[in-house]
């Protein structure tokens, strides 16, 4: 099975590279998603993401995170509108539901998640006792609140993710979004063979939306080192033993496995490279987001990811002894080096922020 996934997401990502050479963004689109007040809402039973919506900065937030770094991006001025609302028993929001079936075949994960569900519980809020109508935009997990209550504020615009594209409804809304929502954000980021059958109400926006150098902000007192982060689905092992045979220190290799969310994105913010040239199993690239918003260059292999955009022809690497001489290239060339990270700003600023608000723009108009 993980061969065939290799062999999928390998012609999925040629594709992927082949569309980016076509594709066309204005340059002059505002950034639709800064001029919006956003919120973001979870149900108690969605375990990803934050656990504390009396958080007051995006650092308090992600404090709390039990996983991902999540659409930080959607709060530039730093103060973010985040809720956690009580269980619905509406059809459309128990999604949850058809998780747990997997969720239980592991019974130590299950069991964490449980924890993570009762504390949520206990400071989550009736979607009811909200006003929405004070928000250009809510965004929500899954359909945490029901037709039934956003159809009671016309003037606001609905948007849902979905935790990962393996869910059954996830094909469903690409063709239309589900009843009560305008807009069904996909995850995926950068042009890609679904955008050739997706309707416009579905917007490419990653799950870990963010604008260049969001993650910097987080730690002002944190200066790049000559180190390099490693994806944490690497043998760090190996690559600092092949390193050590190249004569590179192996010490500057390393990774945050197993941290905080926020001490991964520190991690990131001292690292100058972010470096995955050979996973063991294929790759969303939502990792690659938050790398290149803590402006670390990313040196991988494009043929492993599901959105590859964020890494240019010249930082392909698919063999370990190839991508460490190229790390040893970047740190021993400061001119290469400011190159090469102007290119990634550039490709994260075109495919990352204004791809998203195009389509937002285009999908408004439209409607």
């Not at 948007?159 to 305008?182: S, W």
């Not at 945050?256 to 294929?282: D, H, K, T, V």
Request: hydrophobic residues 35%; contains cysteine.
């Amino acid at each position: 099975m993980l061969f065939h996934k290799k062999v999928a997401v390998n012609i999925w990502s040629r594709a992927c590279g082949l569309m980016e050479r076509f594709e066309n963004i204005p340059e002059d689109v505002p950034d639709i998603l800064a001029s919006r007040k956003i919120a973001l809402v979870k149900q108690a039973n969605y375990t990803d993401l934050y656990t504390n919506p009396e958080a007051s900065t995006v650092f308090e937030l992600l404090e709390s995170s039990t996983m991902r770094t999540g659409p930080t991006g959607f709060w530039p001025d730093g103060k973010p509108h985040f809720f956690i609302v009580h269980d619905q028993s509406d059809p459309e929001s128990r999604i949850w539901e058809w998780k747990l079936q997997f969720e239980r075949q592991n019974p130590a994960n299950y069991a964490s998640r449980e924890k993570v569900r009762v504390r949520q519980r206990r400071c989550a809020i009736a979607p009811e006792d909200i006003d929405w109508g004070q928000f250009d935009l809510v965004v929500t997990i899954e359909n945490a609140i029901p037709e039934r209550i956003t159809r009671q504020f016309p003037q606001t615009k609905w948007a849902t993710f979905l935790e990962h594209h393996r869910m059954p409804q996830y094909l469903a809304y690409l063709r239309q979004p589900p009843h009560g929502y305008d807009f069904f954000f996909t995850q995926r980021y950068g042009p890609n063979p679904q955008n050739l059958w997706q309707g416009k109400h579905a917007i490419d926006i990653s799950y870990g939306f963010k604008r260049a150098g969001d993650v910097m902000k987080l730690f002002p007192d944190v200066e790049k080192k000559p180190i390099v982060h490693v994806e944490d689905h690497q043998d760090l092992d190996l690559i600092r033993v092949k390193a050590a045979d190249l004569g590179m220190d192996p010490s500057i290799f390393h990774t945050a496995q197993g941290s905080s969310c926020l001490g991964y994105l520190r991690s990131l913010s001292e690292s100058m490279i972010y470096f995955a040239p050979n996973s063991y199993r294929p790759l969303g690239g939502l990792a690659n987001v938050d790398a290149a918003a803590a402006d670390c260059i990313l040196v991988g292999n494009r043929r492993n990811l599901w959105n590859p955009c964020l890494i240019p022809p010249t930082m392909q690497t698919a063999q370990l002894i190839g991508g460490l001489k190229l790390v040893n290239r970047i740190f021993r060339d400061a001119k290469l080096k400011q190159k090469l990270l102007n290119e990634q700003k550039r490709l994260f600023k075109s495919f990352v922020t204004t791809r998203c608000s195009s389509c937002l723009s285009t999908s408004l108009h439209a409607s």
